[in-house]
């Protein structure tokens, strides 16, 4: 959906917050429950990394756009 999106600040912002719901309701559930195995959860942490870092990326570009 976003392939053809111009790189603004807005759409990194919005992307972020989408992030922050996955992956804050991801990982804050199984630390609610009290499961924190980290092998269990590595495959959120790299996830949440990765997409982290797709944020950090489109931000540069939304500045760079201007």
Do not use: K, N, W
């Amino acid at each position: 959906m976003t392939r053809h999106a111009p790189a603004t600040r807005s759409l990194a912002e919005i992307v972020a917050v989408m992030g922050l719901a996955g992956f804050g309701a991801t990982l804050g559930v199984h630390f609610a429950i009290g499961y924190t195995d980290p092998l269990h959860l590595a495959p959120a942490y790299a996830g949440c990394v990765l997409f982290a870092a797709a944020v950090v990326q489109l931000a540069r570009a939304a500045r760079s756009a201007r």
